[in-house]
């Protein structure tokens, strides 16, 4: 699939005309953002921290290879098993071949990013594996067979009445109520079966800590702990730039992710998974699997890119951007939506793949501003767009009054006549200040645009250099 | 009669083509802080839309251009946040490569102004003491507010000249102009500025204002019977200093 300009603004448009969907939008968004707000302001010095996590993920990206080593050498003395997974393909292989090899006919899911870029539910069912996502929001989404909308609220974009009805097809009876406590105990029943005889727990990581070899879950539900504590086999697929070379390289990463992205100073939940069960553990997998997954991800190391990688996937760019709120997430046809699944998706799945997501943006640079590694994101879409441009990805149509606007442009006396014949050739079209287009010819659709002045500054600057002060 | 003070005014391709009005009140408005006013005629365009749109060497041509025209300005005022943020945060590294105009683009970039910023912290202006002129609300445009730090200059000279500032909810939320965005995605820029209007409304000011003429003729653009008139902060400050 290809994300164009077309589609994009296809999808789009039918975001910005559901009322309800954006009523939903901004006010998850809306929350999202308050409690950013409020969480970050309760620090000390919430400036200094960033600046302080911004340093760590600059320095740690900078020595990736280094910490990745470390991480695979601690977990591995810790008892976890380390694979290398080189693309989306070898990383869906693992897992399946994971499964096939110990008989696994179900798995639980907890939410995981990297699992959707991979496709692992279609690799699992294509693998005779059912996949169950435990996730509230995840389950959800699953039930409608959609992707995610945002990365931290996948169903965001759900009623509870389009949830009602999702649980009644799934469960063969309608819901006593659609009230929230209602639906929860409807999820909780009908996973709870599901996390007992699932055969295989698949997580992602929010980070992975390279001197203890521990992989780090962030997640509100508990669910993410059913799932990596009771089957006998725990996978985790994490990209590689989420390593963390310490704890205290972490405890800043923490301290700043729930902030920046639901407003809590810690989530509910915070897992630490060093390894399989010990002897003497009550609980916990026989077996653990951690797939580190590059995926395009090294590609970046050197390049003007290589900041994203120092994201942290806490979301903050969707809430504030003022093209996602209005788009909704499914417009960028990626796990990845809003400003950093802009540049994400191009960067990791191809430009030729994603043309619209560079100009998905009014370069307003809301995104850098909440970033807490302050990744300049507008920077890099201005790169991605120079680069259709050097590639010749660029319409030819555009090329042509691009490069037609430029010329005229730098020949002020072009200028100057152009603009006269054209001052008296939208005379029949003017009216007020503004152009009155049949709606079929105008670009901006119902926006009005301006009309030429019927002077222009040049043209009356003689009389006002005359002018008395 | 004493000499006075020089600076150049860069009228920006908005301003000269569709909203000269501005340019003439921003002319009014150095002279009265005390400034001559050259206008170097060859100017057209920054080079900003083509920046913008990925097209680097249109871009760097006009630039350069530009970095001819003003060589000798002792200072260049723009009524326009979003092209001072290009001629002082892109020209430097967008010429970098080239020896002829390295050096030039970055001393073009330190001596190139927005209009209220230039007002207040060089010219040093005082506006007249205003009678009470009524709400204001002001809109931010991106650039300015985000990557030139200006949103205090365009508010405390608002107020300065008796206008009393209703903050909208948002005020520094895009108003979904975008420059080419505006065209190459109509149904979320539009609906981008109709909640900017929105919030405007909300503030129940008869007037907003703002910096800079692509989010101006965004707005008005969209702009209903029943919503505040839209105007540049320079049209505002000159008529509120007659």
């Known amino acids: 699939m290809t994300v164009t300009i077309a589609s994009f603004r296809k999808e789009a448009a039918t975001a910005v005309g559901d009322a309800h969907l954006q009523v939903a939008l901004e006010t998850a968004t809306g929350h999202f953002r308050d409690g950013r707000s409020e969480a970050l302001a309760e620090l000390p010095d919430a400036e200094a921290l960033r600046d302080h996590l911004k340093a760590v993920r600059a320095a740690t990206i900078a020595r990736l290879a280094d910490h990745l080593e470390t991480f695979e050498r601690n977990a591995i003395a810790a008892g976890a098993h380390v694979h290398w997974a080189r693309d989306a393909a070898e990383a869906a292989h693992t897992v399946t071949e994971l499964a096939r090899a110990r008989g696994v006919r179900l798995a639980t899911k907890s939410k995981s990013m990297a699992t959707e870029e991979i496709h692992l539910n279609q690799a699992l069912r294509a693998a005779g594996v059912e996949p169950v996502e435990t996730d509230l929001g995840e389950w959800i989404i699953q039930l409608a067979e959609e992707p995610p909308y945002h990365i931290i609220a996948p169903a965001i974009h759900k009623t509870r009445d389009q949830v009602a009805a999702l ?64 089957p006998p086999l725990h996978v985790a697929v994490i990209g590689i730039e989420k390593v963390a070379p310490t704890w205290d390289d972490a405890a800043a990463w923490l301290s700043l992710l729930a902030r920046s992205a639901t407003g809590q100073p810690l989530s509910i939940y915070t897992t630490v998974i060093t390894g399989p069960a010990q002897e003497g553990d009550v609980d916990g997998p026989a077996e653990v699997h951690i797939i580190l997954l590059d995926n395009g991800r090294s590609r970046l190391l ?15 760019c969707l809430n504030i951007c003022p093209v996602y709120r209005e788009a909704g997430g499914h417009a960028y046809g990626s796990p990845y939506s809003g400003p950093i699944g802009a540049v994400v998706s191009p960067l990791l799945f191809g430009l030729e793949n994603y043309p619209a997501l560079p100009h998905a943006s009014t370069l ?50 072009l200028l100057r006549w152009g603009r006269r014949l054209l001052a008296l050739g939208q005379l029949p079209l003017v009216a007020g200040r503004q152009l009155q287009l049949p709606p079929n010819l105008n670009p901006a659709q119902e926006r009005r645009l301006p009309a030429l002045a019927p002077r222009s500054f040049h043209e009356i600057w003689p009389e006002l250099e005359d002018e008395d002060v | ?128 003491t205003s009678t009470p002129r009524g709400a204001v609300t002001y809109h931010d445009s991106c650039h300015m507010c985000r990557m030139l730090g200006l949103g205090a200059e365009p508010r405390l000279l608002l107020a300065q000249t008796g206008h009393e500032l209703v903050e909208m909810a948002e005020p520094d939320r895009c108003c979904g102009f975008g420059g080419v965005f505006s065209i190459r995605m109509p149904e979320i820029s539009n609906a981008m500025t109709t909640d900017k209007l929105d919030q405007a409304a909300d503030t129940g000011a008869p007037l907003l204002v703002t910096a800079d003429p692509g989010c101006l003729l965004q707005m008005r653009g969209l702009a209903g019977e029943k919503g505040p008139s839209i105007q540049h902060l320079a049209t505002v400050l000159e008529e509120a200093t007659r």
């Open chain 1, 167 to 230: 649980f009644a097809a799934e469960t063969g009876a309608p819901p006593a109520d659609d009230d929230i406590a209602t639906l929860t105990a409807i999820a909780r029943r009908e996973l709870r079966q599901r996390f007992l005889n699932a055969g295989m727990g698949i997580s992602g990581g929010n980070l992975a800590v390279a001197e203890t070899g521990s992989i780090v879950l962030v997640t509100n539900e508990g669910n993410g702990r059913m799932v990596t504590s009771l």
């Open chain 2, 1 to 128: 009669m004493v000499a006075r003070k020089e600076v150049s005014l860069f009228v920006t391709c908005l301003v000269d083509q569709v909203i000269p009005e501005v340019g003439v009140a921003a002319v009014r408005l150095l002279r009265r802080a005390g400034y001559q006013v050259a206008f170097p005629q060859e100017q057209t365009c920054c080079g900003q839309p083509f920046f913008n749109s990925g097209f680097q060497e249109q871009a760097r041509t006009l630039a350069a251009r530009t970095v001819d025209i003003f060589a000798d300005a002792p200072a260049v005022v723009l009524p326009s946040g979003s092209c001072t943020t290009m001629i002082r945060k892109e020209y430097p590294h967008l010429l970098a490569g080239n020896p002829r105009y390295a050096y030039r683009a970055r001393r073009l970039a330190r001596k190139s102004f927005e209009l209220s910023e230039f007002l207040l912290h060089q010219a040093g202006w005082q506006p007249p």
């Open chain 1, 302 to 316: 050197g390049t003007e890119y290589e900041e994203v990688l120092q994201c942290i996937r806490c979301g903050a």
């Open chain 1, 364 to 413: 307003c640079g809301a995104c850098q501003d909440v970033c807490p590694v302050r990744i300049d994101l507008p920077r890099m879409l201005l790169a991605l767009r120079a680069e259709e441009v050097s590639h010749g990805l660029a319409s030819p149509a555009e090329t042509v009054m691009e490069k037609g606007a430029a010329f005229i442009l730098a020949h002020e006396r």
